[in-house]
Nanobody
Framework: QVQLVESGGGLVQAGGSLRLSCAASRRTFSNYDMGWFRRGPEKEREFVAAIAWSEDKTIYADSVKGRFIISRDNRNTVLLQMNSLKPEDTAAYYC??????????????????WGQGTQVTVSS
C-alpha cells in the first residue's frame, strides 16, 4: 500500500507562484509514475501533469504548459512548481501514483493510489 500526502497549497494572487509537494510513505518510490490532477469548483477532476518513473518523460495539460513544472525532489517526494497562476487554476490538487508503466500518464483511471488533496486558491 502506498500513502500519499500533499502539502503546499494556499491562497495566492494572480500571477503568483506556489509549490506543491507530494510525499510518499513507501521508502523507495523511484519505480512509480507520479501524476497531479485537480478538481475545480463544480468541475470534473482533470489531469495537470505527470512524470514517468524513469524521469525521462513529463507531460502537461495544455492549460498549464509553460507555467507548471513537475519534478522529483528525491526518491520519496514529487513537486509541482506552479508559476503565473490564474484564477482558473483554483482547485483541489491531488497527487497520484502507479507502479511503472509505459504509457497513458494522463489517464486518471490508471492511478490506484491517491492523496487527500491540497487546496489552491488564486485571487484575481
Amino acid at each position: 500500500q502506498v500513502q500519499l500526502v500533499e502539502s503546499g497549497g494556499g491562497l495566492v494572487q494572480a500571477g503568483g507562484s506556489l509549490r506543491l509537494s507530494c510525499a510518499a510513505s513507501r521508502r523507495t518510490f523511484s519505480n512509480y509514475d507520479m501524476g497531479w490532477f485537480r478538481r475545480g469548483p463544480e468541475k470534473e477532476r482533470e489531469f495537470v501533469a505527470a512524470i514517468a518513473w524513469s524521469e525521462d518523460k513529463t507531460i502537461y495539460a495544455d492549460s498549464v504548459k509553460g507555467r507548471f513544472i513537475i519534478s522529483r525532489d528525491n526518491r520519496n517526494t514529487v513537486l509541482l512548481q506552479m508559476n503565473s497562476l490564474k484564477p482558473e487554476d483554483t482547485a483541489a490538487y491531488y497527487c497520484a501514483a502507479r507502479y511503472e508503466s509505459a504509457s497513458y500518464l494522463y489517464r486518471e483511471g490508471t492511478y490506484p493510489y491517491w492523496g487527500q488533496g491540497t487546496q489552491v486558491t488564486v485571487s484575481s
